[in-house]
């Protein structure tokens, strides 16, 4: 889902009267970013509170390629990685995932294996259908039990683009909540819905709704869904103890719209590259009684925070023996404040660029290859920009393209070279470049081999195959303690 997908953030059809609701009973950051343009590293890092890099959610096998975790990928999350349900387990959360996992398929990747005490869902997207000899139906899950596959078991028509999938996410969430409301049990549920991802898909009473076509369709029924656990939680007296959070994991894929993709609103670019349309975020806070209503906070944040607040609200320590890259949004949050810190782009295993304030300095630039162009595969579309949405990689480590992005939120115009503005800048930026590098130590990389074997077909390969995805997940955690008590 993309930053400008929203009506509180600017979409003009605004239909989507929940989720504005929610910011303006809540908090709104217009400055929030994913950890990576592509699906599998940035939920990889909102698990972990870590860069993709460090947690091994990236690939090798050729500079600055995006990759993910698709079936016959080998990879997944390491055993020695601590995601955030593991920690919460620690002060009594029970923890639930709903939707995409994509953080490996193979049986020691299982979420029930990294924190999660249920799971309904799939290991990947909605891909398909398949013939079920090169490649099978994707999976449904209930926990450790196949309870079907997509297309065969779980429908989607993609002439008509209907599907029931998001009304029974939507009831699975519900379900959770009461049950843990009735035993006074916190919980954390991560509502990791997929709807606004190629091949889009509504349930028949939403589709044909929006002026946007199906992905409006789409859009409009996650904010109803998100309407209904809102007003649900008020039902029950439990909104009060509980924190919402509502990001998407990448940019609108603007190779699949205006049918299948959405609006990065006046970004460049979008999925994919790590200009703002590909990696800033539509992102809303939700408390009532702690988050004042109407509040738009210019902190700059990260789906990686997400793992630090929430150990923050369950009075837990961070992992000492780890670098953690996300920082607690709780001071900004709740009083105000905003904390000094980058924000790094990754694509793959580079830093592509970096942001300081209003500041964001581009090291590489690269939106895809001619190849892939030349065949109508283009991640800017109607958005060149000369020697910025560059096809071929283009290195400015000696000098760096800096834009405002106050002044220049499209990244249209770089600041001159020769100004003192320049100087005075990239003389700030420099050594937080230099100490990130110089202290950086990358994962084991999860992303390079492939195996058909694990589907039932023996073929191994390096994975060089273009990766091409997209999606939005809602986050809600939950505590029955006080503020207070909790730290």
């Not at 919460?88 to 995932?97: M, S, T």
């Not at 994509?102 to 909605?126: A, V, Y």
């Not at 259908?129 to 039990?145: A, H, T």
């Not at 200009?275 to 209503?293: K, S, T, V």
Request: proline share 7%; charged share 20%.
């Amino acid at each position: 889902m993309g930053w400008g997908d929203l009506g509180a953030f600017g979409e003009p059809s605004k239909e989507t009267p929940n989720l504005d609701q929610m910011a303006a009973e809540g908090m709104l950051f217009p400055n929030f970013y994913t950890a990576n343009p592509l699906c599998s590293p940035s939920r990889a890092a909102l698990l972990t509170g870590r860069l993709p890099i460090r947690n091994g959610f990236y690939t090798t096998n050729a500079h600055a390629r995006n990759a993910y975790a698709p079936q016959e990928i080998v990879g997944g999350i390491p055993d020695s990685e601590l995601l955030l349900p593991e920690l919460l387990k620690k002060a009594g959360y029970v923890n639930k995932i709903i939707g995409k996992w994509h953080l490996g398929h193979r049986p020691q990747f299982h979420p029930l294996k990294h924190g999660f005490d249920e799971w309904f869902g799939s290991p990947n997207c909605h891909f398909g259908p398949y013939n079920n000899k090169d490649f099978p139906n994707l999976p449904v899950y209930r926990d450790q039990e196949m309870i079907g596959r997509y297309y065969e078991d779980f429908k989607i028509d993609l002439k008509t683009g209907e599907a029931n999938l998001t009304q029974i996410y939507l009831k699975e969430a519900l379900d959770f909540i009461n049950r843990q409301q009735a035993s006074q049990q916190p919980f954390f549920l991560y509502w990791a819905i997929d709807a606004t991802h190629a091949p889009v898909y509504a349930s028949k009473d939403f589709l044909g709704t929006s002026q946007r076509g199906l992905y409006g369709d789409a859009v409009r029924e996650i904010d109803d869904s998100i309407g209904k656990i809102l007003k649900h939680l008020q039902k029950l007296g439990i909104s009060k103890n509980t924190f919402v959070f509502f990001t998407s994991d990448n940019g609108a894929a603007l190779i699949s719209a205006p049918k299948q993709g959405g609006s990065n609103g006046p970004f460049l670019c979008g999925k994919q590259t790590t200009f703002e349309g590909g990696m800033r975020e539509p992102a809303i806070a939700w408390w009532p009684g702690y988050i004042p209503a109407g509040q738009v906070s210019h902190q700059l944040g990260s789906v990686m925070d997400l793992f630090t607040t929430s150990l923050s609200l369950a009075g837990l320590q961070l992992p000492n023996d780890r670098q953690i890259d996300g920082v607690d949004l709780l001071p900004a949050v709740l009083q105000g404040k905003l904390i000094d810190r980058p924000i790094f782009y990754y694509r793959g295993n580079e830093m592509m660029a970096v942001r300081v304030g209003l500041y964001k300095a581009h090291y590489w630039t690269w939106s895809n290859s001619w190849e892939e162009y030349s065949k109508g595969i283009d991640f800017c579309p109607g958005q060149n920009i000369s020697g910025v949405t560059t096809h071929t990689q283009e290195e400015h480590t000696l000098l760096p393209l800096l834009f405002h992005l106050g002044r220049d939120p499209g990244e249209k115009y770089p600041v001159r070279f020769a100004s003192p503005e320049y100087e005075a800048v990239i003389k700030r930026i420099s050594p937080i470049v230099d100490q990130h590098k110089a202290t950086l130590v990358p994962g084991e990389p999860q992303l390079n081999l492939c195996d058909r074997a694990v589907m039932g077909k023996q073929l191994k390969k390096q994975c060089l195959c273009p990766a091409i995805f997209f999606f939005s997940f809602n986050f809600l955690f939950n505590q029955y303690s006080s503020l207070s008590n909790s730290g």
